[in-house]
């Protein structure tokens, strides 16, 4: 298929997703960009050579946009010559054919490779299925050599211990450290109206349950959103807990049976946690105990099946009424009239049941007399269905055979009917007494442990909230008194995290104290019934006042008082929180109103301050005006009708200073008093009448917030002004650049500004007052607001407090710096193409050179910038093509992902390299050689290290660079070898922590007063070693010449 040799696919699945990998071009000049290309084109290059297609496609495109990026900005526009002749129209059209080439020969890959993965795909799920149904028979034959042996197992699939009792299920609700499923097969409708009111509750209605029925039938009859539980839970929870009405233990009534052995036998392919369970006493016995857990406690119940066994022989004979008998006890007739009426009773017949309403649910809230006899001949009353009937005379009934009989009526009595029975509770333990059930339901105060717990619960979330409110207050305190802008910031976040805290505590009490409403409304209702209970006032049962009933009733009365100390507790702090709150808001309404005021007084002040200071510095202008009227001034021009004198330096009427700024000379310190003939001045000639604006801004006020204190030279910091610590680092470098503070201090500076700028002369004049300020020794830190609005009125990114790159800040600012003391005035000629192949090279870069000088001459130029030479010879004519391009910051790239010199990147930039070149003398596209080398070095050098190539993976290089402190000698890497300057002293390090998302900005510099390192944090300034100098955060590096002894002797 031709692919052989080709490097497997591993960037991408698609054209388009390979598209994406091509990254927006970041902002930057042209130069930069031209130099950008030629890497990208050059590294695309030797991965196509590599037959990496997807890389080269990659880099291919990606040179095909930064050519097109190029091409829209202003500068190609008018240097397109210039340009064209970097980058090559012909060689853009060549990597737009191999790009095109390169995407046909992806698209073919890249469906072959999904066809490929597709049928892998295919013989790979062939496969798991075939292993999936050999593991299923064999855990089939497994689980049936496992049932063959198992011996304990009842019929119905359920053990003698397969039931969960209502307390167990309580404490798996509140644990939740286990997982369970509760299937409700009462009927459909009793289901809607009355339910557990936990989650993962499904019903699974009892007439759906017919023997025979399997899982899988059970899962399609159910309705949505039961049938989604049972099919996607049934197997993942570590309990299945089958709830009817009243089922207590076997054996099960056939619906439980038919589901439990629907899960056991007939759901093979799914492998259960555990068996299933029912619950003790069913939903009747669920409701009574836990009625908060339900949705409706009061729901009836329907009547119990009876059990299909043959009734024993009745007795023709009438039983006492046990509602009149229990209620209350006769006192005995005399013993021997009772011996002479007693009858005999044959003791093995068992009483007739003569009416069907006489057992109903209200004989289960009856005590069982401690009597073993009731007297017969007690007076019944009018209308009472129980009568005796044994020739008038005394009935017995053993207290052990009454027992017998309630507890079968237990098992066969219908729900009692809450219109019959008026303020009594349904009961739905029938096996346990009246007295025996309180007793029991007190013991265990589930509700009130739960009512417990939320009141502590409360009154905890109350004390958090009001911590969370004294940490709030306390940050507010911090905030206020916090000086730099970061710490602000910093503290306001943590302010309004506090605040979403307290919201959040504000709405969980809120919640809570809802829940505890309501409970403890059924709470009270419980032991009203408990109380009338203990009393006798309730009908149907009578509790004698034992000793274990007043233990009841104390232990009630402590429990009562200890929730009424924690409800106080807890009111008592809402109160305190609400006050709290009150109080804070009232002092930030406070505190806002007085910062408004405060902010208008200061714009007010500040208004009226820069009037009297425009005032006074207009005032002192035209005093020097008048001054210096007739005392040979710079600007003159001829007066009305006055001959015409001679013109002055060479025709023009123009006179220009002589105090421009001399760099052979800044290493002299002593300064040599220039003698000469005295000026002759013209009478008829008369000062020009300039604009005076340049003077009021230079004359003009600034308030750098300054923090007073003797610090010495150069080492006052710079107030961090909202994420303005990339400026604050570069600033803090220049300022260590001893020649160029050196031009600002001492005043030089005036005398070069460009009137023609179209900065106007406000950067250089902020940057003088800057350096003036840092340098005076007075301030321990100061805030560069008018250089920072001045910048910001130039490039936006700078107005804002958003994080900026250092190195482009760098860049800008030498730029304005040169546009507002260029001494080269007036419209810029187009570079002329250079064509040096037929003459020496140092002959070409004096041509180049003084080209330049024309155009741009200023202490930017003479301090910043450098030469390169570029030579590119043809491997076929081995013809030589000569450029040169003047830089003022080397971008170094890092060769690797690891530990590297200084060295090793300077040679990384300067090896030879191979390209597709279009030779001058073949005219023809040929394989070319390419060299690049410094042909003259400034005397300040500024190294970049591009820790930000936007390559494809568009991350920060955290690479740790060893860079010499002293002798850089870049001897080997000029071509012209009598460069003044080869060796290079480092004096300062712009530092970069953090990711391209955002980040830190410090600077190491080195004094040039007493030679040590400080390190500039902001505002902070500390000494630091020179071991610390060096680090992975190292971002741009500023050398000087080691040969340029500059001195700035104004300030000492």
Known sequence: MGDVGLQKLYMAKSISELNSQVKDIPKASPRLLVNTAQRVLKEAQIVDGRRDEEKAYVFYMRYFSIVMTIQKQDEYKKNKKFYDGL???????????????????????????????????????????????????????????AEATKTTVATNGVTEEGCITCQKLYSLSKEKCSSYMILDIRPQNHFLESQIKFSNVISIPEELLKPGLTAARIGSELEEPSRTLWVTLRDKVDYLIICDWFTEKPPLPQPLTVLIDAIVKWDPNKHYKSKPLFLKGGYDLWRFMYPMNTTNPRADHPTRKQESKSEPALLDIEYPDLDSGFI???????????????????????????????LDGRNNNMNIIENSQVNNNLAVKEGSPVRASVGSKVNTWDTKDSNKALDLQNTRQSS???????????????SLKPKDLLESLVAKKVEMEEEQELLEESVKVEEDTMSKIKEMEETAVKREAARDEQSRAQLQKTEDRLQEEIQRLKAKSTDMEERYTKIHKQNEELWKMVKLALSGNLSNVNLEPTATVNNIELKQQQDQEQLRAQE???????????????????????????????????EQAEAERRQAEERKAKLEAEQRSQRNKGAGETYTTKLRDSPRSSPVRGGSNLKRSHSAFNLSQLGDDDKESSGGSVTNFDRSLKPLNVSQRRNVNAARQRNFEPKYGNVGHARTGLKNLGNTCYMNSIIQCLNN???????????????????????????????????????????????????????????????????????????????????????????????????????????????????????????????????HRSVIECDTCSHRSLTFEPFSIISLSFPSSGRCTLRELLQHYYKESRIEYKCSKCKRLRSCVRKLDIWKLPPVLILHLNRFEHDVLMKKKQNFVDFPLENLDLGKHTAMKNNRYTNFDLYGVSNHYGTMDGGHYTAFCKSSVNKLWYKFDDHEVYELSRENVRSSAAYLLFYEASNMNIKVNNLF
């Open 87 to 145: 980058l090559d129209p012909k060689m853009t059209a060549k990597v737009i054919g191999r790009a095109e080439e390169l995407q046909q020969s992806l698209d073919r890959r890249y469906e072959f490779k999904m066809s490929a993965k597709k049928n892998d795909k295919l013989i790979e799920e062939k496969r798991t299925a075939e292993k999936l149904e050999k593991e299923r028979e064999r855990a089939m034959k497994a689980k049936q050599a």
């Open 328 to 358: 209350s006890t006769p006192s005995p007739t005399d013993v021997r009239t009772m011996s002479s009426a007693l009858p005999s009773v044959n003791r093995n017949l068992k009483p007739a049941i003569a009416n069907k309403d006489l």
């Open 737 to 867: 650049s001893t020649p160029l503070v050196k031009y600002f201090v001492e005043g030089i500076y005036s005398e070069d500004i460009n009137s023609n700028s179209k900065y106007q002369g406000d950067v250089c004049e902020e940057m003088g007052a800057v350096f003036r300020a840092l340098w005076c020794g007075q301030y321990r830190s100061i805030a560069m607001w008018d250089l920072k609005n001045t910048v910001g009125r130039f490039h936006k990114p700078f107005q804002g407090y958003d994080q900026q790159d250092s190195h482009e800040f760098l860049i800008k600012l030498m730029d304005w710096l040169h546009e507002d003391l260029n001494k080269v005035t007036g419209k810029k000629l187009p570079m002329k193409e250079q064509d040096y192949d037929d003459i020496p090279d140092y002959v070409a870069a004096e041509k180049m050179q003084e080209e330049l000088r024309r155009r741009d001459d200023s202490i930017v130029c003479s301090l910043f910038h450098g030469l």
């Open 416 to 430: 009692l009917s809450l219109e019959k029975i008026e303020n009594v509770p349904s009961v739905p333990s029938r």
């Open 568 to 602: 106080d507790k807890r009111r008592a702090l809402q109160e305190q929180v609400e006050r709290m709150r009150k109080e804070r808001k009232e002092k930030e309404r406070k505190l806002k109103e007085q910062a408004e005021k405060e902010k208008k007084a200061q």
